[in-house]
């Protein structure tokens, strides 16, 4: 089984800075392409940042020039780094990884794009 663990969320002041990570873990062969989506209360999960194995970077509008998306391809791990935060940031943060799982070894591997974290709560006091 493969799983994605965020870690890092907290309550900030407008302005501030976070970084929150995400570990993958298990029977994992590769990972493609890792990002971070958030969903806020009544609206929709949206994509806020994608890394490519070969760090090609994503970023949603809203947050360009503020969030940098970075992974370290040994440790299977994402982070977000989060500056100048404001309160419409605030929303429970959740891990995405494209990658193949080793199902049986030497027999089944899948490849998809649903492997999900549990979600980290960031919340952006003003």
């Known amino acids: 089984q493969v799983q994605l663990v965020e870690s890092g969320g907290a309550l900030v002041q407008a302005g501030g800075s976070l970084r929150i990570s995400c570990a993958a873990s298990?029977?994992?062969?590769?990972?493609?392409?890792m990002g971070w989506y958030r969903q806020a209360p009544g609206k929709q999960r949206e994509l806020v940042a994608s890394?490519?194995?070969?760090?090609?970077?994503n970023y949603a509008d809203s947050v360009k020039g503020r969030f940098t998306i970075s992974r370290d391809n040994a440790e299977n791990t994402v982070y977000l780094q989060m500056n100048s935060l404001k309160p419409e940031d605030t929303a429970v943060y959740y891990c995405?990884?494209?990658?193949?799982?080793?199902?049986?070894?030497?027999?089944?591997?899948?490849?998809?794009?649903?492997?999900w974290g549990q979600g980290t709560q960031v919340t952006v006091s003003s």
């Open positions: 995405n990884a494209q990658l193949t799982e080793i199902r049986i070894p030497g027999v089944e591997m899948r490849t998809a794009s649903d492997y």
């Open positions: 298990g029977s994992i062969f590769s990972i493609d392409a």
């Open positions: 890394i490519t194995s070969s760090g090609s970077t």
